[in-house]
């Protein structure tokens, strides 16, 4: 691998961290860089994981420094999303992405045609929505069906999280942000586990992108807080056109 091909990886990461923060889908930025450096898929997705997992956690902590996280949640959500995210990326091998890609994609569309008709979605809280239904509801999407899908697929995972916070609990876009960076370190922490016991991730590589991860996420994170939701709606819907871009292009328009 060249230098140049270095530095795009390291801007790549500097720009899905920031992502990542605000928002998530990061991957959107750091797994095609990886992929165009010459990894293989799995390769991509375990080295990936490894240099995220470090921008989800420093952006996790400065929400949490300023910031009052619901703990009823993130806690339980957190320890069963890496049981499932590990769980995902064990089952990687055995699944093939195109099964699931045009279902991501569907989900994309609507949760784009939704935030945007309802522009005031997710700009303020709704506390009366938070149930004990509806909290046992958002630890087993968050925390088993999200992190299953980040573990085998992965594109867009802390976007679904901050829709799943937002709708299910009536979170505001910035506490969802902030609740979803506590479980997508518990996703990558998952996934890593796996991916690192096959052999997949090149460390080297990854733990130096991690380094430009964590810078953009600090940024993303302070960005976000200092803005609030409006702010982060509007990096929300750029995120999911971008996700329903990549993955329509994927899906309908590239070679086979």
């Known amino acids: 691998m060249g230098a140049g091909e270095v530095v795009i990886l390291l801007v790549a990461a500097l720009a899905a961290g920031w992502v990542d923060a605000v928002v998530g889908g990061g991957g959107l930025l750091q797994l095609p860089a990886l992929l165009l450096a010459g990894l293989s898929p799995v390769q991509a997705m375990a080295t990936n994981k490894s240099a995220a997992i470090f921008g989800t956690a420093s952006a996790a902590l400065t929400y949490a420094r300023n910031t009052k996280l619901d703990r009823a949640v993130a806690v339980p959500s957190g320890v069963l999303a890496v049981a499932f995210a590990g769980l995902g990326a064990a089952s ?4 093939d992405a195109a099964v699931l890609k045009p279902l991501v994609l569907v989900v994309l569309l609507g949760v784009a045609a939704f935030v945007t008709t309802r522009p ?3 700009l303020l809280p709704r506390p009366h929505l938070r149930t004990r239904g509806r909290l046992l509801a958002a630890v ?8 299953f899908y980040d573990g085998i697929l992965g594109p867009g995972t802390g976007t679904f999280l901050l829709i799943a916070f937002t709708s299910i609990l009536g979170m505001d876009f910035v506490n969802a942000s902030a609740t979803a960076k506590i479980l997508n370190t518990g996703t990558n ?23 430009c991860n964590i810078a953009g996420a600090q940024l993303g994170a302070r960005m976000a807080l200092k803005r609030g939701s409006g702010f982060v709606r509007i990096v929300l819907l750029c995120v999911v056109t971008g996700l329903v871009v ?11």
Do not use: D, T
């Open 92 to 95: 990687a091998a055995m699944l």
């Open 120 to 122: 005031a979605f997710g």
């Open 140 to 147: 087993a999407v968050a925390g088993g069906l999200i992190a």
């Open 189 to 211: 922490l998952g996934a890593l586990v796996v991916f690192s016991w096959q052999g997949h991730v090149l460390w080297a590589l990854g733990l130096g992108m991690a380094v």
């Open 246 to 256: 990549k993955l329509g292009y994927e899906q309908f328009l590239r070679p086979a």
